[in-house]
């Protein structure tokens, strides 16, 4: 949003930061999107480790696997296909959003599984917003 007044943008980015840097946070943030996808089937988040969680260390599961970089064409598209799944059902249905889904925070775990990793940045979208998301993808994909 743009009023004009740089204060009030500098304010929000700068608490957005300090709470980007509380992995209490963070961990809490990775199981509420874990919870919003899991109907999904085919994607998850790891499994956080409250007891060893502080406000400057996040404990997570270790999950073996591969960022697109590492994978072959059939491998990478069918990941790809997935996450941009993953990533609309957040804009259009649960309305909590991954809001850094770059190949870095997401790879294809060795069960074939789609994991998504670093929840600092998450988004919640209202529900007539989603809507609207749905709507708009509706009329795209009808050429309408």
Known sequence: YWNGDLLAIFDEVAAGVVEELDFRREARNSEA?????????????????????????????????????????????????????AVTAGLCLTGLVHADPHEGNIMLADDGTLVFLDFGLMSRVDAKICEAFAAGIQCVLAKD
């Open 33 to 85: 999107f874990g919870a919003s996808i899991a109907w999904l089937g085919y994607a998850r988040v790891p499994d956080t480790v409250p007891e060893l969680t502080t406000r400057r260390a996040m404990a997570m599961e270790w999950i073996e696997g591969r960022h697109l970089k590492d994978l072959g064409p059939e491998e990478a598209a069918r990941m790809t296909y997935s996450a941009v799944e």
